[in-house]
């Protein structure tokens, strides 16, 4: 209306995802009797065939819920431990973990949808995975976004002779370029989800799925193990959380990285940012300096302790990050990981994030990923199924004080969030891009709640991505003077383009806990849409 996105309500259900087309199908099992846990593994399973190079099913992934038979917020775990095998000692740079059988992660995805399904679903795998079959066996058309994507990241993959082939042949035609308004079938993933939805998560875990997963990277020179696919058990785990302008924000605990995005929070809630005007220098000069200083105490203090957890989101230690935003001298530090980041090279960052509402009151966003575009690049010959690369998140570097151990749990830069009122879910949000992510929720959330812009605009509002130094790369559509204002604030702030995937993508529904309706708003910077039942 109005030049802008309609609103998506209903009382009904809503789904809201990175392409149409898996909101269709996370709707479609709603529309069929199942409930938001159902159209939730409906949509990821979709997502995997409709956006290969984001997530998968041999991926991993959080997904944050409120389940309204139980009055309460749990978060699912499904990002498996580091292989038994790692070898740590082999590595100098986390460069060394980008692509190939070493960056492979153990799969977590799959586990993830089927306990969502055993513990709270209505429907059987089989019936959450029939859109996706369709969508894998019959194809579905390449728009603007696919093509970018596959064309942009299939140059980076060609350099790795001993896969990509397989990779070529699957995604893009046996060729170097793909075109808008092409079929891509895929009709091998097609046939492993048949026999997923007939034998269950088994085939992979433990499975003759798994053995060809194995056997596939043993030829390419990897070190998982069966024992590495047996021992993948989801965890229900309780959330942690942190009151923001009359809300509870719930996240993951660690070591899930989460934390981050709830100490911007907690840091954010000192200041008095509705009195400002919204994408000023002054506005953003705050949201900034919260956000590098809370991204300093992540990286300082990976996968704390509950007590130590405790201690970082105390009044204490958040009154002196607030003095030191308002001490108005620049902040100078890093936003990803302990080591040296790459030089240039593409954004490592490729995930994907979705929200489901229903009318009994289940909410549920969920975030999950393969890493890398198309994670490690390696799709195992016969399956369709694309490998991750979530090795690459781990820290590597000889002097890091977190650096990763084999077998141990590996933190995650996901922060899929559910927001209570008198605990009751009023908001379900969640988006990828790496370390960004914990940058970008906190972004929005003040445009939505701050400065009272509906849920849609406010995911439309420019936002900014932090770097490692003082570097700030911030949308276009703010103003070249707003932005020279934010240099001689002590910022690296540089104009980047008016829209871009490097801040996310983020997918959200909303609730109206006194009448029940239910809002979706969809990430423009995506293939995003919103469908309500």
Not at 39 to 45: K, R
């Amino acid at each position: 209306m109005h030049g802008r996105r309609p609103t998506i309500a209903s009382t009904n259900g809503v789904v809201a995802a990175a392409h149409p087309l898996a909101a269709l199908a996370g709707a479609r099992l709603l529309a069929q009797g199942g409930n938001a846990f159902d159209a939730a593994v409906a949509t990821a399973a979709a997502l995997n065939v409709v956006e290969p190079y984001m997530s998968g099913l041999a991926g991993q992934g959080l997904a944050t819920c409120h389940v309204a038979a139980e009055r309460r917020i749990k978060v699912l775990d499904f990002v498996p431990r580091v292989p038994l095998h790692f070898p740590v000692e082999r590595f100098r740079s986390r460069e060394d973990l980008a692509r190939g059988p070493l960056s492979a992660g153990v799969p977590g995805n799959l586990a993830g949808w089927a306990e969502l399904l055993r513990a709270h679903g209505r429907k059987s795998l089989a019936e959450a995975f029939v859109p996706a079959i369709a969508l894998a066996r019959d194809g579905f058309p390449l728009v603007e976004f696919n093509v970018e994507e596959m064309n942009e990241h299939a140059p980076t993959l060609k350099r790795f002779s001993a896969f990509h082939g397989e990779f070529a042949r699957t995604y893009m035609g046996g060729g170097d370029r793909v075109e808008a308004g092409s079929v891509l079938r895929q009709p091998e993933l097609a046939r492993t989800l048949e026999r997923l939805a007939a034998e269950g998560p088994q085939l992979l875990y433990g499975g003759a799925l798994g053995r060809a997963i194995v056997a596939h990277l043993e030829t390419l020179g990897g070190y998982m193990t069966m024992a590495d696919l047996e021992q993948v058990s989801p965890r229900w785990r309780e959330p942690i959380a942190v009151a923001y302008r009359g809300r509870s924000v719930h996240v993951p605990p660690p070591p899930c990285e989460g934390f981050q995005f709830l100490l911007t929070l907690r840091i954010l809630e000192g200041f008095d940012l509705a009195r400002l005007e919204p994408n000023s220098v002054e506005h953003l000069d705050t949201v900034y300096r919260a956000i590098r200083l809370a991204a300093g105490v992540r990286i300082a203090n990976n996968n704390p302790a509950p007590d130590k957890l405790a201690v970082l989101l105390a009044d204490d230690n958040v009154d002196e990050l607030r003095r030191r935003v308002r001490d108005g001298r620049p902040i100078v530090g890093p936003t990803e990981q302990w080591m040296e980041p790459p030089a240039g090279g593409e954004d490592p960052g490729h995930t994907t994030s979705f929200s489901v509402g229903d009318r009994d009151g289940n909410l549920i966003c969920m975030t999950q990923s393969l890493g890398s575009p198309f994670g490690s690049g390696i799709v195992v010959p016969g399956t369709g199924l694309c490998l991750n690369n979530f090795l690459y998140w781990t820290e590597v570097t000889p002097k890091s004080p977190n650096r990763t151990k084999p077998g141990a749990d590996l933190p995650i830069c996901m922060s899929p969030s559910i927001s209570t009122v008198d605990g009751k879910p009023v908001l379900a949000l969640g988006t990828p891009g790496s370390y960004g992510i914990l940058q970008t929720q906190a972004q929005a959330l003040v445009q939505h709640l701050d400065f009272g812009l509906p849920l849609q605009r406010a995911i439309e509002a420019p936002r900014a991505r932090l770097w490692d130094g003082r570097l700030v790369q911030v949308e276009g559509r703010v103003p070249a003077d707003t932005i020279a204002a934010l240099r001689e604030r002590g910022h690296g702030a540089e104009a980047f383009l008016p829209w871009t995937m490097k801040v996310g993508g983020i997918q959200a529904v909303a609730v109206d806990p006194a009448t029940g309706v239910m809002t979706g708003a969809a990430d423009p910077r995506r293939d995003g849409y919103a469908v309500a039942l």
